[in-house]
C-alpha cells in the first residue's frame, strides 16, 4: 500500500491533469467544464485505486466497467442541433481523463503527463486546423420557403451552380400557394456568403433558414 505522501501527490496530480483539461472545456463554454473533468479524473482514479487495493492487482472488470460507465456519461453530453451533431469531442475528452485517472492509480506518470500534453494540444491548436478546413469546405443545409411557380427549385439550383456549391436536394412539398425546398449545400466558405446574399434578395423568396 502507498504511503500517504504517495498518496497525496497522486491526488495532487488527479487535480492537475482533470483541472487543466476542464480549465480548456469551461473557457469554451462547453457542457462539461472545469469541476466536471476533474471529478472524472478522480472517480476514475478511486475505482482503480480500491480494485488494486482489494484485489491486489489492477482488476480488469474495474477497468471494463470504468470505460462503459464514462461511455454512458459521454453519451449524455452529445446533442444533435441543425441538423449537426455536438458535443463529440466533449465526450471523447471525457473518456481520454478517464483513462488519465486510471493511469495515476496505476503509476504510469509519464504516459499520463505525456497524454496530457496531447490532450491539450488537440484541443486547443487543432481547433484552428478546424476552422480553416471548414472555410475550404462547409456544409450547410439550406431550407427555402417561396411562393409557387414552376421550376423555381431548379433555379435556385442553378443559382448553387453558379456559386460553386455542390448541392443534394434532400426534400420538396407545397404547402397552399408556397413551395419548400431543403437541400444539404457542401462548398467554402465565401461561396456559402455569395449565395446568402444573392439568396437574400431573390423575390420569391419568402424564408430561409441555413
Known sequence: MPSTIELLEQL??????????????????????????????????????????????????????????????????????DNRINGITTAATIWATAALGMGIADKLYFIVAISTVLILAALLFLTKLEAWMEKINQTNTYRIVSSYKEDLLKEYENLFVECNLQYKRMKRMKRGDDIIGVWVVHGKEKNHNQFTKRILHHPSVKELDF
Open 12 to 81: 495532487l496530480m488527479v487535480v492537475i491533469v482533470g483541472g487543466l483539461i476542464g480549465a480548456e472545456r469551461e473557457f469554451r463554454s462547453k457542457s462539461a467544464g472545469f469541476r466536471t473533468m476533474i471529478l472524472i479524473c478522480l472517480g476514475s482514479y478511486l475505482f482503480t485505486t480500491f480494485g488494486i487495493y482489494i484485489s491486489g492487482s489492477t482488476n480488469d472488470r474495474i477497468a471494463s466497467n470504468i470505460v462503459t460507465g464514462i461511455g454512458f456519461l459521454g453519451a449524455g453530453v452529445i446533442y444533435r442541433s
